[in-house]
């Protein structure tokens, strides 16, 4: 990436978006990045405090479902590229109010992938002169692929078995930007991840709820059993694996991104206790503090990435072990909760 160009990435108040705009402006310092986000309940600004005074960085707070906004957008700063984030992104609130996953989740996704063709696109398969190169990068889940039994990985090929009103938006969003592949032969790519956790995660999700009810002293809940497993990716490293398919992926590719890192519930809270019996000790082990609590409806039992695909074709390997990037997390999560 040379020469200064415009990039527009949507929700990036979010978890991995504010993580990423921080990578890639420090990385490209040649790029302007229009951050578009609703600022839901999940937004949060103090998230790109590092990085609001950059002069690379401009924040507008807005709707990827704004039809008239996104094409003014693109309008104004020309871009050259979308990654796109936004997303409504939490199981739970999908199961009580899938509404809002259906609205941000498959048309905001369709909304923006419509402007950036009229934007780029001549006609199916011939790109506007100078827009040759514009590629749209969509960041999609592990969960589109459904759960696995005790052994098996996702591979890009498995075949799609969403089984949540979230899983089931982004999987719908993932086979909208397919089809402006192979129908109007746009420049797109995907990415399906695994769990991702580190700093700037919201409250709700597992792992900051965990320390934050820990050093409430109060009861850490786990669902059902605790034996659920996820194939845990410390956020920095998503990051990366973003850029490089990006950068490098190739146009209609999916690339499916995870740490061979899987660990069920349970493991983790006892985890998480065990750093703080060490770092924050008080007078009871943190870990009498566990609590198992009636499972999520339909809970998948496991999810595994298999990531052969983007290691051997774009050169990526997850740098954090969970063991490593988890005492990171907990050490940015009681910086923050200790502070107020
Ligand atoms: P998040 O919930 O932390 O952030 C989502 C952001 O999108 C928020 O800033 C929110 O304000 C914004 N947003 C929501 N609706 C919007 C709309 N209509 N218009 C504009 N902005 C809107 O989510 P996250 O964990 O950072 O996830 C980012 C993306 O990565 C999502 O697409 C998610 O599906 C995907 N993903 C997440 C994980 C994970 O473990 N967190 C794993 C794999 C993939």
């Known amino acids: 990436m040379n020469k200064k160009q415009s990039i527009l990435i949507t929700g990036g108040a979010g978890f991995i978006g504010s993580n990423f705009i921080d990578f890639f402006l420090g990385k490209y310092k040649k790029t302007k990045i229009v951050n578009l986000d609703k600022l839901t309940y999940a937004g949060e600004l103090s998230n790109l405090k590092e990085i609001e005074n950059n002069k690379n960085y401009q924040f507008v707070k807005g709707d990827i479902c704004d039809t008239s906004l996104v094409q003014s957008l693109f309008k104004t700063h020309n871009f050259s590229g979308v990654i796109h984030f936004a997303a409504e992104s939490h199981v739970d609130n999908s199961i009580k109010n899938p509404d809002a996953f259906i609205n941000t989740n498959v048309y905001g996704t369709f909304n923006l992938l419509n402007i ?20 749209f990068l969509h960041i999609s889940t592990d ?12 591979t890009e090929n498995t075949p799609y078995a969403p089984n949540s009103p979230y ?9 909208i930007v397919r089809s402006y592949y192979h129908t109007y032969g746009m420049n797109v790519v995907t990415t399906n991840c695994s769990n991702n956790y580190g700093p700037k995660q919201h409250d709700e999700k597992l792992i900051p709820t965990i320390i934050r009810k820990a050093i409430k002293g109060q009861d850490i809940p786990i669902y059902g059993d605790g034996k659920n497993i996820r194939d845990w990716l410390y956020v920095k490293d998503h990051c990366e694996g973003i850029d490089l398919a990006f950068q490098k992926g190739k146009a209609g590719e999916t690339y499916n991104i995870g740490g061979k890192n899987e660990r069920n519930n349970l493991y983790i809270a006892e985890q998480i206790c065990e750093i703080l019996d060490k770092i924050r000790p008080q007078t009871t082990q943190y870990s009498e ?6 499972d999520r409806p339909g809970h998948d039992f496991r999810y595994a990435i298999d990531a ?3 290691e051997n074709e774009l050169g990526w390997k997850a740098k954090e072990s969970f063991e490593t990037g988890i005492l990171k997390t907990v050490e940015w999560y009681l910086n923050k909760y200790e502070e107020k």
Do not use: C, H
């Open 116 to 135: 950036a063709k009229a934007y780029w696109m001549e006609a199916p398969y011939i790109a506007k002169e100078g827009f040759e190169y514009n590629r």
């Open 143 to 154: 969960e589109v692929y459904g759960t696995l039994e005790e052994t098996g990985l996702f």
């Open 167 to 175: 899983s089931a938006s982004k999987a719908s969003s993932d086979f």
């Open 289 to 294: 503090q566990i609590k198992f609590v009636k």
């Open 308 to 310: 052969s695909k983007i």
